[in-house]
């Protein structure tokens, strides 16, 4: 640990010896979120959700830009309706919240508070696509669902969570399974881009779908204990959710035919992965397009003649070219603030004083390498180029440190010593369910994707000859 | 009824004899919002949602340069914060929806779908408030409550819907009376200038106020038919809130002390709103600062060489303007999409064919107004003009159409015929229960606010000394 971490200790457990206590302790200290007063329920306090906010805004962005349009759909859902796809209901059942009680009555059928919309978009869609004239339609929905989970963390798993969730209709199979991979590439990109975060993505297997689809497709990030969280997943349906619900569509052929539907999803878990794949020692890290304070300034010497002119004339300059920015005039010390801006993973600071304001000058302190460097006072193009080079060095950084991590594997043994080392195991694997529920029972490691890159010869488990080499991980 | 308006008679009922029939024809016809399966609820389809998002844009902004932050609450409250506040139990266990089992298990405790969150948030605020430096603390939530009820109507009152809940604690009841008048003229202010609404602003009586709250006040808003539909609302509450939940900060002097608390809400009635206060008898009037399309584009002649170039050509100029533009090049005639887009509100047509790009001219349909004028093609600047004419033109019809309605009443009997010709009635009020109840029992008219800025002398039901005067009216 470095001699600058060692006054973090006292707040946040250590970050390598005790993984779990430091992300409670970051999510906590920094007040993204708190416990709601139900179990397994979160409350996402103003710095956690400004995160959430920018995040929907870049996304929607890309979705709108895709010919994507948003729309609402109801919360709750007949039972019934759950019980239409069979795969669907056996997967989902377990885990709803059901409203039995409305309006001081007794309700007639209960009502499932939704865990995800396929059922009650596709009883819409069915009403409202009569030809071919209709296809596709792509409607997306930023709502809350709910899914009642045993073990519950703030962002990784909550009973309650806040997500976007996609659904697409096609005329045919082609298109639909073509959408589905693209919006896979459309969170990659986004991962990148907008969290500065290195993912795997590929298929899933058939134990890991979605309940109900013909395929799923997911991305996996790699969090600092080697562990893989699942941050977004795309869905290809075929016709199963289309014949449950009647979604038809008269072809130009005069035909009545069922529709291709397939459906994507990012959630607020996205907050919690992009804090366990930059934070550090001291704290959070925060990706610079989602940061909800991009730039803070510390004023020194607070008191003298012309600092606090100075730094608020400098937060002025920096605002006027759409830059977040926070200026902490609080009274307490400049070394408290550092901590707690630093804490709170602020990607740049600029501390001003009365010497700096003398000669011209800003100190700029990185918070991804925690460097220091000076620049010309106001100099906005020198803080956009710096925070456009945090980002690009945040994203090499995690990839540098993925791909270092990523090991191959010839039998369990192997895999086992892998995920020990806390690495993703690459492994060939011969498609049978046998074979994947063995590796989790030996390794506690699950398949994350399928790679397709890449050929691996046999079946770490019984040896037979490979169909599919997959990432094998132990995941959140 | 003027000729024009004849050919869309066939689609949508009678503004004037059937306005309810009217409203329904309207919001399912322009695809604004479709019936959920469950009674009661409603699905915001796409062009409706659009309304919504940007009625949240321009919300959010005045929020957050108010100051204020946002954040997420749990959609599920213990039934148990409920019953804390006598009054608030009271207001709303009639109409909660209940989640009696989750997880394939009863719960221990039932669990209410918030239909509004003063409870939760009380409890939230609770426990992070220690001490004066934590106040005040401002928070607002974009989110989904319910409440059950037994007449609903699409955006009017379903059992689902969306709003904004702002809520705020504070060391005085000074101050959090004031944000409670502030949030009141922001939401004025945003009626007038967003939805080109005049609103009648004014406290509550305490037969209509919010169940818990000290004091309500409403702003109002007077549709086609003469019936007031509230549009927004903002609660101080006293120590109320504050007592029930632990509200307590240790205030400058060391004592320990309750918080004073207020909440302010708009809702996706807004959307109601605008649609009776702008409608015609050819379907949606949309004001241009949240008209999902400001501008279409139709080709005339479409098939006609440089007639979609041109039209493509000015889409672009006009969108790199800021301006929201739709360009019809489908293959319906030119009759249909103005029809079309006529009823789906679009605030300006331009009308583009060879004879126009040869002139350099193009023609500009204005929908308040129903007429037509022209402009050099490609005059971003004649458009955005029209566009603020339209706006200020839209909010001074509607305020002149509302004041004309506005009548007095000294007895009981006028303002029952009053209230028969669809006008708002100011009449005095003793103050008493009694005489509001008689009102609404003899005229199916409510207490709406009360004017401060006008004086009546004697209520018009048992002729005391009036202490208010109010506006009565029907109400949605």
């Given at each position: 640990m470095?001699?600058?971490?060692?006054?973090?200790?006292?707040?946040?457990?250590?970050?390598?010896?005790?993984?779990?206590?430091?992300?409670?302790?970051?999510?906590?200290?920094?007040?993204?979120?708190?416990?709601?007063?139900?179990?397994?329920?979160?409350?996402?306090r103003?710095?956690?959700?400004?995160?959430w906010?920018?995040?929907?805004?870049?996304?929607d962005?890309?979705?709108?830009?895709?010919?994507?349009?948003?729309?609402y759909f109801?919360?709750?859902?007949p039972?019934?309706?759950?019980?239409k796809?069979?795969?669907h209901?056996e997967?989902?059942?377990?885990?709803?919240?059901v409203?039995?009680?409305?309006?001081?009555?007794?309700?007639?059928e209960?009502?499932v508070?939704?865990?995800?919309?396929?059922t009650?978009?596709?009883?819409?869609?069915g009403?409202?696509?009569?030809?071919?004239?209709?296809?596709?339609?792509?409607?997306?929905?930023?709502c809350?669902?709910?899914r009642w989970?045993k073990?519950?963390?703030?962002?990784?798993?909550?009973?309650e969570?806040?997500?976007?969730?996609?659904?697409?209709?096609?005329?045919?199979?082609?298109?639909?399974e073509?959408?589905?991979?693209?919006m896979?590439?459309?969170?990659?990109?986004?991962?990148?881009?907008?969290?500065?975060?290195?993912?795997?993505?590929?298929r899933?297997?058939?134990?890991?779908?979605?309940?109900?689809a013909?395929?799923?497709?997911g991305?996996?990030?790699?969090?600092?204990?080697?562990?893989?969280?699942?941050?977004?997943?795309?869905?290809y349906?075929?016709?199963?959710f289309?014949?449950a619900?009647?979604?038809?569509?008269?072809?130009?052929?005069?035909a009545l035919?069922?529709?291709?539907?397939m459906s994507?999803?990012v959630?607020?878990?996205?907050?919690?992965?992009?804090?366990?794949?930059?934070?550090?020692?001291?704290?959070?890290?925060l990706?610079?397009?989602?940061?909800?304070?991009?730039?803070?300034?510390?004023?020194?010497?607070?008191?003298?003649?012309?600092?606090?002119?100075?730094?608020?004339?400098?937060?002025?300059?920096?605002?006027?070219?759409?830059?977040?920015?926070?200026?902490d005039?609080?009274?307490n010390?400049?070394?408290?603030?550092f901590?707690?801006?630093e804490?709170?993973?602020?990607?740049?600071?600029?501390?001003?004083?009365?010497?700096d304001?003398?000669?011209g000058k800003?100190?700029?302190?990185?918070?991804?390498?925690?460097e220091?460097?000076?620049?010309?006072?106001?100099?906005?193009?020198?803080?956009?180029?710096?925070?456009?080079?945090?980002s690009?060095?945040?994203?090499?950084k995690?990839?540098?440190?993925?791909?270092?991590?990523?090991?191959?594997?010839?039998?369990?043994?192997?895999?086992?010593?892998?995920?020990?080392?806390?690495?993703?195991?690459?492994?060939?694997?011969?498609?049978?369910?046998?074979?994947?529920?063995?590796?989790?029972e030996?390794?506690?490691?699950?398949?994350?994707?399928?790679?397709?890159?890449?050929t691996?010869?046999a079946?770490?488990?019984?040896?037979?000859?490979?169909?599919?080499?997959?990432?094998?991980?132990?995941?959140?």
């Amino acid at each position: 640990m470095a001699k600058n971490d060692q006054q973090f200790v006292k707040e946040i457990a250590d970050i390598e010896s005790d993984f779990p206590q430091w992300y409670t302790d970051v999510v906590l200290k920094t007040k993204l979120v708190d416990y709601g007063p139900v179990k397994g329920t979160m409350v996402i306090r103003p710095y956690g959700y400004a995160i959430w906010e920018n995040i929907q805004r870049e996304m929607d962005a890309r979705f709108k830009a895709a010919g994507v349009e948003n729309a609402y759909f109801p919360l709750l859902i007949p039972m019934s309706f759950m019980t239409k796809e069979a795969e669907h209901v056996e997967g989902f059942a377990p885990e709803v919240a059901v409203v039995t009680h409305a309006g001081g009555e007794k309700l007639a059928e209960p009502l499932v508070v939704r865990p995800t919309s396929e059922t009650i978009i596709g009883h819409m869609f069915g009403k409202w696509i009569e030809s071919w004239r209709d296809l596709p339609l792509r409607q997306n929905q930023w709502c809350n669902v709910m899914r009642w989970e045993k073990t519950t963390r703030p962002f990784l798993r909550t009973s309650e969570f806040l997500w976007q969730e996609g659904h697409s209709v096609y005329a045919s199979g082609e298109e639909a399974e073509k959408e589905t991979l693209a919006m896979l590439r459309l969170y990659e990109e986004f991962a990148k881009n907008v969290l500065c975060m290195p993912v795997l993505t590929g298929r899933k297997t058939e134990k890991e779908k979605f309940a109900g689809a013909v395929a799923t497709y997911g991305m996996e990030a790699m969090m600092h204990d080697g562990k893989s969280l699942q941050s977004g997943t795309t869905h290809y349906m075929g016709q199963n959710f289309a014949q449950a619900f009647g979604v038809q569509f008269t072809d130009k052929d005069g035909a009545l035919k069922y529709g291709y539907t397939m459906s994507y999803g990012v959630s607020t878990r996205l907050i919690g992965a992009l804090i366990m794949t930059h934070g550090d020692q001291r704290g959070l890290v925060l990706p610079p397009p989602v940061a909800p304070v991009q730039v803070v300034i510390v004023p020194i010497a607070m008191k003298k003649p012309g600092v606090l002119e100075a730094t608020h004339a400098l937060k002025e300059t920096l605002e006027n070219a759409g830059i977040r920015v926070k200026l902490d005039d609080t009274d307490n010390s400049p070394g408290w603030k550092f901590n707690e801006w630093e804490m709170k993973g602020v990607p740049l600071r600029i501390e001003l004083g009365p010497r700096d304001i003398e000669a011209g000058k800003m100190l700029l302190f990185r918070r991804d390498i925690c460097e220091k460097q000076e620049a010309a006072l106001g100099d906005v193009k020198a803080v956009n180029e710096l925070l456009a080079e945090i980002s690009e060095k945040m994203y090499i950084k995690a990839k540098e440190r993925m791909h270092s991590r990523i090991v191959n594997a010839n039998s369990l043994e192997e895999l086992l010593a892998g995920v020990n080392g806390g690495n993703f195991v690459r492994a060939g694997w011969c498609g049978e369910r046998a074979c994947e529920d063995k590796v989790k029972e030996f390794a506690q490691a699950t398949a994350r994707v399928m790679d397709d890159h890449h050929t691996a010869e046999a079946c770490l488990c019984c040896g037979k000859k490979a169909k599919h080499t997959v990432f094998f991980a132990r995941a959140y």
